[in-house]
């Protein structure tokens, strides 16, 4: 069985900072992860996806992940914020090959002028 | 192309009536899925479908839970007799099919129970 921590409830940036955001997970056999964003009144957007090719993984908007399985952490970084990246953010792990998706409590991102 | 769209986009009801929830997923994904999110917490599964068949159905929280499937395309949730605690948006996603390939999600259908 998988499942995933999202360290933070709550981050809160300057525009133009870096962001970081905090994920550890636990997979029975190797792991597929997965960040999304949901942006208010929106549907959840896949930002960036890991299936153990490179361990640092490019997604859009800037975003990108690296895949420590020493850690078993999945961290999501962006180096400058832009107030449109004020959104929810929701690390997801499924064992590879596995349909079920398990989604974290999600991280609510604040960008502050 | 267009993307899985949800119908309606907000539902109010009673205690004790019957919901249908609809997802119209991207056309050609033979893999369906549906989620439910309760308020500050993250997705939880609750049944996928490969075609018309749902090989997985451990999600649904109760037997007043049900969906099917009809025509490897439309797929109708339905809840029986809802309570409150059922109150949360229920997101559906498809695939290309079941397994790595990325599930794209709708908008979800906001459900209120009063």
């Known amino acids: 069985a998988q499942s995933v921590t999202q360290l933070d409830s709550h981050v809160s940036v300057s525009e133009g900072t870096p962001v970081l955001l905090r994920c550890n997970y636990s997979?029975?056999?190797?792991?597929?992860l997965f960040w999304y964003v949901q942006h208010p009144n929106k549907g959840l957007q896949l930002l960036l996806k890991?299936?153990?090719?490179?361990?640092l993984v490019k997604g859009i908007n800037g975003f990108e992940a690296e895949f420590k399985k020493s850690e078993t952490s999945f961290h999501l970084t962006k180096p400058s914020a832009h107030m449109s990246d004020a959104a929810e953010y929701f690390c997801v792990v499924s064992d590879q090959n596995d349909y079920k998706l398990s989604f974290g409590a999600g991280t609510t991102v604040t960008v502050r002028a | 192309g267009a993307g899985v769209s949800q119908s309606p986009s907000n539902k109010v009801t009673e205690k004790g009536k019957d919901v249908e929830l609809r997802c119209d997923p991207i056309s050609g994904h033979t893999a369906l899925y549906w989620y439910r999110q309760r308020l500050g917490q993250g997705l939880e599964f609750l049944i996928y479908?490969?075609?018309?068949?749902?090989?997985?159905k451990s999600g649904l929280p109760s037997d007043r839970f049900s969906a099917e499937r009809t025509g490897e395309s439309v797929s109708t949730l339905t809840i029986q007799r809802t309570q409150q605690e059922d109150s949360a948006v229920y997101l559906c996603?498809?695939?290309?099919?079941?397994?790595?390939?990325?599930?794209?999600f709708g908008p979800g259908t906001r459900l209120t129970v009063l």
């Open positions: 890991y299936t153990s090719a490179a361990t």
């Open positions: 997979s029975s056999y190797s792991p597929s």
């Open positions: 996603a498809s695939s290309l099919y079941a397994g790595t390939d990325t599930q794209y």
């Open positions: 479908f490969q075609g018309n068949s749902a090989p997985d």
